[in-house]
C-alpha cells in the first residue's frame, strides 16, 4: 500500500508485543511519572539523530537550529501531548520500531517471566520498556510522526488503545517531527497539569541536552500565547565538572543514554586535557542483556560524540569486544564532526581514547574489587565470564585483567567465585610454587574430582574452574605474578615436594593392567594423587579436558585423540584384590572397569558404554562388597545365587547371612 493513501488500516501487533504491553501496564503501574522519561528519550534520541544526518545531508541542515522537545497538557481533554522536531519516521518505521521488537531473544525473555509482578517488573526494566511506558497512563496514544527529508503528505498517524491491535492513516504534518498523544485514563488524570509534568521532567529529564519546553503561564495560571519556557537545564551532563553532578542525576542520565530501566552499577567519568581534548562517561549495569553471548550482536552501547554532537552508537571501535558490556559515551575536541566509520577504524585519536578508555574501566573494576566486594560480587557474576575473554583479547593488560578473575576454590565457601589470583597468592604453602587448578563442566564435578585427593591431604588450595570458557583460558595463560598455573589433571604431578618411595609396590599392577588396555592409554602407572579413589585419568599437559574433548565433538569440532594415563592407588581394597587375581579373563575385565570409571569421573564419554554396563553386571552380580559397608539383603542374595550357579551348578540356597561366605567361595573355586 502506498504511503500516500489516506485509508485507515488496522493492524495486529506482534505476538511478543502483545504480551510485553500487557506485562508494561501491570508491572509499572506503581511507577508511573517514568512514562514521561521514556518519551522525552525518544524525542531527545531523535533530535540526535535528525543533528547527525544533517551533517551529510545538506537539505537537512535548516532543521537543526532549533531542535526540542515540547511537553503540553490540556485538563479538560485529559492529554498530555510530548513534541519533538527531531528525524521522524515512515510508515514503515512505525511498523517496524513501534508495532515490532526485532530484538533477539525476545522470547526467551518473555519465557522467563514468572507471574510476580515485582520480580517481572525488574525484568521488564532490563528488556526496556520504552515507547510502551505510554500505555502505564493512557487508555489510547496517538503517534503523528514525519520523517525529516520526506514531503508533508507523507506524514503517518498511528492510533492504539493498547489492546492487540493499532491502525494506521495517512496524514499530513507541516514540519517533520513527531507528536505523541496520550488520552490519559481516568486514573491518571492527574497527569494533565504542568506542575506535576514538570516536576517529573526536573526529577527525569533535566540532563536531556535539548530544551525541553512547556507553555508559559502569567501570574493567574494562564497560558501565555505562544511563549513557552524551557524547564531542563539542557547542557550536556558530561561537560559538567564531576563535583557538580549528584549520584542521582548520573543515575538519570544513565538510563536514558543506556535505555536502562535499573540504575547502574557503576560508573567512571573523566575529562581529559593534554595532547587530545576528551570526556568519556562509562557505565557497568546491574545485570547482563540476553544477548551478550550472541555473536551476531553488534556493539551499540557506547556513544560517539563530536564536540556535544551525538554522531554514532556503534562505535566498537572505542572499545574492545570483551567489555562489550559497558555503557556510556565519548565526547572529543579533537575527531572532526563529520567523522566516518571507516575513519575511526585507524584513527590516532581514536586509538588514544580507546586504550585510555580500556585503563579507565578496568581502574573502576580495580577499585571496586577492593572497596565495595559486594558490588563486585554482582559485577562478576553478571559480566565475569565476559572479563575472562580479554585475558585472551587484550595482551597488553593481561595481567590486570587476571587480577580480577574470581575463582572458586578448595579454600572458598560453598564453591563461590571470590577467590582472586592474589589472594590464592597470598595463601600458598612456603614450598608451594604453582598455581593449581582443576577444570571441570560444573563445580560438582570440580569438587569430586579424585585429583584434588591429594591436594587435600595436603592442604594445598585448587582453583576450581568450570565456566565453559575456563578450559580454553588456561590454555592461554601460562602465569600470573611470576607463578605458572598447572592443571591437578594433567601431567605429573610435581607438587615440589618428595612424596615416592613407598608407592614402588603397586609398579608391577600398574604394568599389568597396562598390558590389558594397551593402546588405550598412553601408561599406567602409581598415582600420587590418590587416596580415596581406585584410578583417575591423567592428561597430557596440553590435552583438552575430557569433559570439553565431548563438547567439542558434539558440537562438531575435531578434537585429536590424546591417550591419557591411567593412575592407580594401589592401597586401595579393590587394586589389592586385583593385585590377587592372576592374569585371568576378570582380571582383564576389571583393569577395562577400572579404566571406564575413571573416563566417567572426568566427565568423559565412554566408547562403548554397553559393554560397561555388562561388566559392571557383572561384576556386582559375582561380587558382593567385602567389609562392613556392604549391602544386605536382596543383593546379597542375587549375588550368592549367580555365583553358585557359577561355581558348580549345584542348587544350594543359603540365607541372607550366609550369602557372603557362599559366594566368597564360588570365587575361590571359580579363580582356582
Ligand atoms: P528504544 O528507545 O530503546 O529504541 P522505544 O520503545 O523507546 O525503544 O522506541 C522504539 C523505537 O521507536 C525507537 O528506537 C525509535 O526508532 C522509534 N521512536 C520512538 N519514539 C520516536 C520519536 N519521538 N521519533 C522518532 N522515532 C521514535
Ligand atoms: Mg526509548
Not at 205 to 214: E, G
Not at 298 to 320: N, W
Not at 507 to 529: H, M
Request: hydrophobic share 40%.
Amino acid at each position: 500500500m502506498a504511503s500516500g493513501d489516506t485509508r485507515s488500516e488496522t493492524h495486529e501487533f506482534q505476538a511478543e508485543v502483545q504480551q510485553l504491553l500487557k506485562l508494561v501496564i501491570h508491572s509499572l503501574y506503581s511507577n508511573r511519572d517514568i512514562f514521561l522519561r521514556e518519551l522525552v528519550s525518544n524525542a531527545s534520541d531523535a533530535c540526535d539523530r535528525l543533528r547527525f544526518e544533517a551533517l551529510t545531508e545538506e537539505a537537512l541542515a535548516p532543521l537543526v537550529s532549533d531542535l526540542h522537545i515540547g511537553v503540553d497538557w490540556d485538563g479538560d481533554a485529559r492529554t498530555v501531548t510530548v513534541s519533538d522536531n527531531g528525524i521522524g519516521m515512515t510508515r514503515d518505521d512505525v511498523v517496524a520500531n513501534i508495532g515490532t521488537i526485532a530484538k533477539s531473544g525476545t522470547r526467551q525473555f518473555l519465557d522467563q517471566l514468572t507471574g510476580d509482578q515485582k520480580k517481572d517488573a525488574q525484568l521488564i526494566g532490563q528488556f526496556g520498556v520504552g515507547f510502551y511506558a505510554a500505555f502505564v497512563v493512557a487508555d489510547r496514544v496517538e503517534l503523528v510522526t514525519r520523517r525529516a527529508g520526506e514531503p508533508e503528505d507523507t506524514a503517518v498517524h498511528w492510533i492504539s488503545s493498547g489492546d492487540g491491535t493499532y491502525t494506521l492513516e495517512a496524514t499530513t504534518r507541516e514540519h517533520p517531527g513527531t507528536d505523541v498523544i496520550l488520552h490519559l485514563s481516568e486514573a491518571c488524570a492527574e497527569f494533565a497539569d504542568r506542575q506535576r509534568l514538570e516536576g517529573i521532567i526536573r526529577r527525569y529529564s533535566d540532563h536531556i541536552t535539548f530544551p525541553i519546553r512547556m507553555p508559559a503561564l502569567d501570574d493567574e495560571g494562564n497560558r501565555k500565547d505562544d511563549e513557552f519556557e524551557t524547564v531542563n537545564r539542557a547542557s550536556a551532563l558530561w561537560r559538567r565538572p564531576k563535583r557538580e553532578i549528584s549520584a542521582d542525576e548520573y543515575r538519570e542520565f544513565y538510563k536514558h543514554i543506556a535505555h536502562d530501566f535499573d540504575d547502574p552499577l557503576l560508573w567512571t567519568h573523566n575529562h581529559v586535557e593534554g595532547k587530545y581534548e576528551y570526556t568519556t562517561l562509562f557505565y557497568i549495569p546491574k545485570r547482563a542483556p540476553f544477548d551478550l553471548f550472541d555473536r551476531e550482536r553488534d556493539m551499540r552501547g557506547v556513544k560517539l560524540y563530536v564536540q556535544r554532537v551525538f554522531i554514532m552508537e556503534e562505535a566498537d571501535k572505542l572499545l574492545p569486544r570483551y567489555l562489550r558490556f559497558v555503557r556510556g559515551l565519548v565526547d572529543s575536541n579533537d575527531l572532526p564532526l563529520n567523522v566516518s566509520r571507516e575513519l575511526l577504524q585507524s584513527n590516532r585519536v581514536v586509538d588514544s581514547i580507546r586504550s585510555a578508555s580500556v585503563k579507565k574501566i578496568l581502574d573502576l573494576l580495580e577499585e571496586t574489587a577492593k572497596n565495595d566486594s559486594e558490588s563486585y560480587a554482582t559485577f562478576w557474576r553478571e559480566f565475569g565470564q565476559v572479563l575472562k575473554e580479554g585475558v585472551v583479547e587484550d595482551f597488553a593488560n593481561r595481567e590486570r585483567i587476571l587480577g580480577l578473575l574470581r575463582f572458586a576454590s578448595t579454600h572458598s565457601e560453598e564453591g563461590v567465585q571470590t577467590v582472586s589470583l592474589d589472594d590464592y597468592i597470598g595463601r600458598m604453602r612456603e614450598d608451594q610454587e604453582k598455581i593449581w587448578y582443576i577444570t571441570a563442566d560444573s563445580l560438582k564435578a570440580a569438587q569430586k574430582s579424585p585429583h584434588l585427593e591429594y591436594f587435600r591431604k595436603q592442604g594445598i588450595e585448587v582453583l576450581l574452574l568450570h565456566d565453559r570458557v575456563d578450559e580454553w583460558l588456561m590454555a592461554q595463560i601460562s602465569e600470573y605474578q611470576g607463578k605458572s598455573f598447572a592443571s591437578v589433571a594433567k601431567g605429573d604431578l610435581d607438587v615440589g615436594e618428595d612424596s615416592d618411595g613407598d608407592e614402588e609396590g603397586g609398579s608391577d599392577l600398574a604394568a599389568r593392567i597396562r598390558a590389558v588396555l594397551d593402546e588405550r592409554v598412553a601408561d599406567v602407572r602409581v598415582s600420587k594423587r590418590l587416596t580415596d579413589s581406585p584410578a583417575c585419568l591423567v592428561l597430557g599437559e596440553y590435552d583438552v579436558a575430557l569433559h570439553m574433548q565431548h563438547l567439542l565433538r558434539q558440537a562438531g569440532h575435531y578434537v585429536p585423540e590424546s591417550r591419557p594415563t591411567l593412575e592407580i592407588n594401589p592401597a586401595h581394597p579393590l587394586l589389592q584384590r586385583m593385585e590377587a587375581l592372576g592374569d585371568s579373563e576378570r582380571f582383564g575385565e576389571w583393569s577395562e572397569l577400572l579404566f571406564d570409571q575413571a573416563v566417567l569421573a572426568e566427565g568423559g564419554q565412554l566408547e562403548d558404554p554397553a559393554a560397561f554396563v555388562n561388566r559392571l553386571n557383572g561384576l556386582l552380580a559375582t561380587w558382593p562388597e567385602a567389609g562392613p559397608g556392604r549391602a544386605a539383603g536382596a543383593s546379597a542374595d542375587a549375588a550368592a545365587d549367580d555365583a553358585t550357579d557359577a561355581a558348580s551348578g549345584e542348587a544350594q540356597t543359603e540365607e541372607a547371612g550366609g550369602a557372603q561366605a557362599a559366594a566368597e567361595e564360588a570365587e575361590r573355586n571359580r579363580e582356582a
